[in-house]
């Protein structure tokens, strides 16, 4: 008698055989990003916090003083504001510095969040920026939508009622130097009219902080009434011989806290080539060492080593062996900054507007 074989259709359902499977890769996510998470959430203080700090609070102050201190206080009653520039190299962590000492700032709650009416707004200059780009992003960041972007001088007009209207006294405009970088002699005194003429307004006048690299942003201390309103904090190179000592400490506790060992081969000069490779820049170093952690803790390993570093390296840069910092023997020899202008000019290519439009 032929046995008949039943229809896949009828066969009884079994458990998933990849079941397994994704359970582990599910824990082995869950526990990567777990592990990286905690080390994002890291910060590493240093002076340069303390004179952020310094500066922020002068500006608060500031903007509680009177113009004409017997008359009763009001909006066209307040002393022109002042600012700060925050400069230093692609990296040096001028932006994170910055954030890290507003958001759980008592004077801003909510800062960052669209919506929320903080009194202190940043804005983002695109790349590459026009003077008219940069009025239309920060009505952007005002939270004013248009259907198409504004003329230049109709967007800062803009945002010269609007930041009153909306009672924002403070503007940070960061990576300012995409917007000065290609600007001819005109352009320049334009852009710092503009800067000049939102902090000494009658009726409404802002406090300023600009953020960007010193080679661009040295052109405010040419301006007259610029340089006597704004300080400066300068994020300076790093040196290995000063700096490697503490670095490597901080290498040892990010390593711990990912539940690592940080394990120095003999004469590798791990830290050096470290700091090489983020072109001496602070928050370079630190990118790159979770980028490296990042590849030990995927890998399930217990140890953090120069291997580690490498792969990571090889990864972001996509360089062969005899370019990769921590690979080749001739590591002092290879320019980082010229590796790391290329990435930065492609993520700028990759997420530029259309300038066309502007």
Same mark, same amino acid.
């Given at each position: 008698?032929?046995?008949?074989?039943?229809? $896949?259709?009828?066969?009884?359902?079994?458990?998933?055989? @990849?079941?397994?499977?994704?359970?582990?890769?599910?824990? /082995?996510?869950?526990?990567?990003?777990?592990?990286?998470?905690?080390?994002?959430?890291?910060?590493?203080?240093?002076?340069?916090?303390?004179?952020?700090?310094?500066?922020?609070?002068?500006?608060?102050?500031?903007?509680? /003083?009177?113009?004409?201190?017997?008359?009763?206080?009001?909006?066209?009653?307040?002393?022109?504001?002042?600012?700060?520039?925050?400069?230093?190299?692609?990296?040096?962590?001028?932006?994170?510095?910055?954030?890290?000492? $507003?958001?759980?700032?008592?004077?801003?709650?909510?800062?960052?969040?669209?919506?929320?009416?903080?009194?202190?707004?940043?804005?983002?200059?695109?790349?590459?920026? @026009? $003077? *008219?780009?940069?009025?239309?992003?920060?009505?952007?960041?005002?939270?004013?939508? @248009?259907?198409?972007?504004?003329?230049?001088?109709?967007?800062?007009?803009?945002?010269?009622?609007?930041?009153?209207?909306?009672?924002?006294?403070?503007?940070?405009?960061?990576?300012?130097?995409?917007?000065?970088?290609?600007?001819?002699?005109?352009?320049?005194?334009?852009?710092?009219?503009?800067?000049?003429?939102?902090?000494?307004?009658?009726?409404?006048?802002?406090?300023?902080?600009?953020?960007?690299?010193?080679?661009?942003?040295?052109?405010? /201390?040419?301006?007259?009434?610029?340089?006597?309103?704004? !300080?400066?904090?300068?994020?300076?190179?790093?040196?290995? *011989?000063?700096?490697?000592?503490?670095?490597?400490?901080?290498? =040892?506790?990010? *390593?711990?806290?990912?539940?690592?060992?940080?394990?120095?081969?003999?004469?590798?000069?791990?830290? =050096?080539?470290? +700091?090489? *490779?983020?072109?001496?820049?602070?928050?370079?170093?630190?990118?790159?060492?979770?980028?490296? +952690?990042?590849?030990?803790? @995927?890998?399930?390993?217990?140890?953090?080593?120069?291997?580690?570093?490498?792969?990571?390296?090889?990864?972001?840069?996509?360089?062969?062996?005899?370019?990769?910092?921590?690979?080749?023997?001739?590591?002092?020899?290879?320019?980082?900054?010229? +590796?790391?202008? !290329?990435?930065? =000019?492609?993520?700028?290519?990759?997420?530029?507007?259309?300038?066309?439009?502007?």
């Amino acid at each position: 008698m032929a046995v008949t074989k039943p229809e $896949l259709s009828n066969l009884p359902d079994a458990p998933d055989p @990849t079941a397994p499977l994704r359970a582990f890769l599910q824990r /082995k996510g869950d526990r990567v990003a777990s592990v990286m998470a905690k080390l994002e959430a890291c910060y590493v203080r240093s002076a340069r916090d303390e004179a952020i700090a310094a500066q922020i609070e002068r500006l608060i102050v500031n903007w509680g /003083k009177k113009r004409f201190p017997k008359r009763p206080e009001g909006d066209n009653n307040r002393r022109a504001g002042v600012g700060f520039v925050v400069t230093g190299g692609s990296g040096s962590g001028k932006t994170t510095a910055l954030d890290t000492a $507003l958001v759980d700032h008592e004077a801003f709650p909510g800062y960052g969040v669209e919506g929320s009416g903080c009194t202190f707004v940043s804005v983002l200059a695109p790349a590459p920026c @026009t $003077l *008219a780009q940069l009025g239309n992003a920060t009505l952007e960041a005002l939270g004013y939508d @248009t259907d198409k972007p504004l003329p230049e001088n109709e967007a800062w007009k803009r945002v010269r009622k609007l930041v009153q209207r909306k009672r924002v006294a403070f503007l940070h405009f960061d990576d300012v130097h995409n917007v000065l970088q290609n600007a001819n002699a005109r352009e320049v005194k334009k852009i710092q009219a503009t800067f000049r003429n939102l902090l000494i307004s009658r009726s409404w006048p802002v406090q300023l902080v600009l953020s960007g690299i010193e080679e661009t942003l040295d052109i405010f /201390k040419k301006d007259r009434q610029l340089k006597r309103r704004l !300080k400066y904090v300068v994020f300076d190179d790093l040196v290995a *011989a000063d700096d490697a000592g503490w670095i490597k400490d901080a290498v =040892e506790d990010f *390593a711990t806290a990912a539940g690592l060992k940080y394990v120095e081969r003999s004469g590798s000069m791990t830290i =050096e080539r470290l +700091i090489h *490779a983020a072109a001496y820049q602070f928050g370079l170093v630190f990118e790159l060492l979770i980028e490296g +952690i990042e590849v030990a803790v @995927t890998a399930d390993r217990k140890k953090l080593t120069i291997t580690d570093l490498e792969t990571a390296y090889a990864d972001r840069t996509a360089q062969p062996d005899e370019l990769n910092i921590f690979a080749s023997p001739a590591w002092q020899t290879i320019n980082p900054s010229v +590796i790391f202008k !290329k990435e930065n =000019e492609e993520n700028e290519a990759g997420s530029a507007e259309k300038p066309e439009n502007y």
